[in-house]
């Protein structure tokens, strides 16, 4: 009895992993916040309202992960000075983001080019960069953070290596990566803006569309979908979320997209000498 039980477990968790290899999901990431007028919504001194992206998530039933910049969850930090500026704090913000039932993550806490970072202020100081917004972090969501995706993607192995390390999950486009474990750069700052350039002609949520479909073709189905708080996103998300639901892809926030895709999670990387 005991032996047909035991039998019994690794059949269903079997099943399980063959269910999970196979079915679509898609991580979405947002970087560069908290910022609360994209979040809650606003109305600029002219043209249309920009509606809130909190809302939307919440409308379509989406849980989202956060990568947000350590600096903003400071006390009494609103953002940016040429930002528009609401009457929440962005601290205020990240508790309101996790309130709603999403994640929040790493995208460091000074939002600087890395290697030009430690060239400025020393050998390992990217890593206590990364840190210091960790420990910000964890203040709000009582835990640290469990992924840091780097300003740009710019890293190299060593600095990899050191932040593996210390337990983290590093984000990449890199082709070293498993391709469910590479980010969609979905170019939405190419968009955003009075005057955008270099925006896809077919739109950016039909850009995505168009990545997702050629990465189909190599039999992936599983996609981490890199966007940023920007005046742009809510309306482009309106659009991409409602096609890609009516593709069969269900919508999981970077930890459950781990648990369920995690054995092509990326490899340790190993310091180079």
């Known amino acids: 009895m005991r032996a047909l039980t035991v ?7 079997c099943a399980s992993s063959a269910f999970a290899a196979t079915e679509k999901l898609i991580a979405l990431t947002f970087d560069d916040g908290p910022r609360p007028y994209i979040l809650f919504g606003y109305q600029p001194a002219s043209g249309a309202a920009i509606p809130s992206l909190l809302e939307l998530l919440d409308k379509n039933q989406v849980k989202a992960t956060f990568f947000v910049m350590g600096w903003r969850l400071m006390p009494k930090q609103y953002g940016d000075p040429h930002e528009f500026r609401t009457s929440v704090t962005c601290l205020d913000a990240a508790r309101e983001v996790l309130k709603r039932g999403h994640e ?37 969501t009582g835990a640290p953070p469990q992924f840091v995706r780097p300003p740009d993607w710019i890293i190299w192995p060593d600095l990899e290596h050191k932040l593996q390390t210390r337990g983290y999950t590093v984000m990449t486009i890199g082709s070293e990566a498993p391709a469910a474990w590479r980010d969609i750069n979905t170019v939405d700052y190419l968009c955003a803006g009075a005057h955008p350039r270099q925006c896809p002609k077919e739109g950016d949520a039909q850009y995505v569309l168009q990545q997702i479909a050629q990465r189909e073709k190599h039999g992936v189905s599983t996609h981490i ?14 659009t991409l979320i409602p096609q890609l639901k009516a593709q069969g892809y269900r919508f999981v926030t970077m930890k459950e997209y781990a648990q369920l895709v995690g054995a092509e999670k990326p490899a340790p990387r190993t310091a180079a000498r």
Do not use: C, M, P
């Open 104 to 140: 929040i993550e790493n995208h460091s806490y000074s939002h600087v080019q890395f290697k030009l970072f430690e060239k400025q202020h020393g050998q390992d100081s990217a890593v206590a960069d990364v840190d210091r917004a960790s420990g910000l972090i964890k203040t709000v």
């Open 225 to 238: 979908l890199t966007f940023h708080e920007l005046s742009t996103t809510e309306t482009t998300l309106a």
């Open 7 to 13: 039998l019994l477990a690794l059949a269903l968790t």
